[in-house]
Every structure is written in structure tokens, then in C-alpha cells.
């Protein structure tokens, strides 16, 4: 499976999964985030359903427009449809890296609030979200810069071009190179 894709798939899953308490019972979100047990007001009952809606339609629209899920105008172009790829020239997929950016942004400023208020010292559950998002944000960083463009083998040597040789040397391609020179 294919980085990118797992990044997409993943970062869905986690954001339903953060939706579900929301839409279901927002008492356990106020309990757990604040320091007093209380039954959640009209006002924050609704923003907190709304909240959830919204990082379910989020999470279905990532996955739409970066095409993990293949959209086809009807059914019988299902079978003919080819794979859908995240290069850059790829006309199937011209949403994959707008979409991995606004994921990727969205990540790093909800993982860097929950920094915050963890810092704070504010609940734990903070330091689980800090940690997630951190992870879905250094997982989207990787992919937007090493997995959204293919490398370039060099004919001579086969070694890929974003190699370098620091802090070790490649002793193997410059065998190669050696040989063929």
C-alpha cells in the first residue's frame, strides 16, 4: 500500500474516531476536559455535534479528493477505471497534495494546541491528542516531501539522486561507476 494512501486512510480513522464521542455523548468530553463533573449545556451540546459532523465530513472529503476512494460517474466505469496515483503530473488525482497540505496543517495546529494546554497543565487527554497529531503531522511531512515525487535514477551509477554520501560514502555505486568507467 502505497505511503500516502496509508497516511489518508490513517488520519480518516483518527479523526472519526475523534468525532465519535463528540456526536455521541458530549458529557464524557466535558468530563474528561474539565475539572468539575457536569452536565454540558444547549450551547455545547450543539457545538460539540456540529464539531463532530464536521471532522466526519472532513475526514470523507480528504478522502475523496485525494482519491483513496475512487469516485467513477457510473457504475460500469468501475471496472475500467485505472488505480489512482499521487503524482504530480497524475491527472486522476490534481487534489492530492492541496489535500495532504490542508491535512497536514490541520494536524500540526490541533497537535500544537493540545501542546499548549497540556503544557498548561490542563488534562491528559491533551497529551493523548498532542501525540497523535504529532504523529499524523511528522507521518504528513514525510510524505510531502519524500513521497508525493518520484527520485531520479542516474543511468551510470543506479544509485537514486536524493542520495548523498554524508556521513558515509556509497562504496557500492562508486564500485559500480568504477567498473563501467
Not at 18 to 42: F, G, K, Q, W, Y
Not at 88 to 98: I, K, R, S
Amino acid at each position: 500500500m502505497d505511503v500516502y494512501y496509508c497516511f489518508n486512510y490513517l488520519s480518516a480513522g483518527w479523526m472519526m474516531l475523534e468525532a465519535l464521542p463528540l456526536i455521541a455523548n458530549p458529557t464524557i468530553i466535558i468530563t474528561m476536559l474539565s475539572p468539575e463533573v457536569r452536565e454540558p449545556t444547549s450551547l455545547e451540546s450543539y457545538l460539540s455535534r456540529s464539531l463532530g459532523l464536521a471532522l466526519i465530513a472532513f475526514a470523507i472529503l480528504n478522502l475523496l479528493l485525494a482519491r483513496s476512494i475512487p469516485l467513477v460517474s457510473s457504475f460500469g466505469a468501475t471496472a475500467t477505471a485505472k488505480a489512482a496515483s499521487t503524482d504530480l503530473e497524475d491527472p486522476t488525482a490534481p487534489y492530492a497534495v492541496p489535500s495532504l497540505s490542508v491535512t497536514l496543517t490541520y494536524h500540526i495546529a490541533v497537535g500544537f494546541y493540545c501542546y499548549q494546554q497540556w503544557g498548561l497543565g490542563h488534562s491528559t487527554a491533551y497529551a493523548i491528542g498532542m501525540l497523535a497529531h504529532g504523529f499524523f503531522a511528522a507521518m504528513g511531512a514525510w510524505v510531502m516531501m519524500f513521497a508525493s515525487a518520484n527520485g531520479h535514477i542516474y543511468r551510470k551509477t543506479g544509485a537514486d539522486g536524493k542520495s548523498s554520501s554524508f556521513p558515509m560514502t556509497n562504496l557500492d555505486a562508486e564500485k559500480k561507476l568504477g567498473k563501467k568507467l
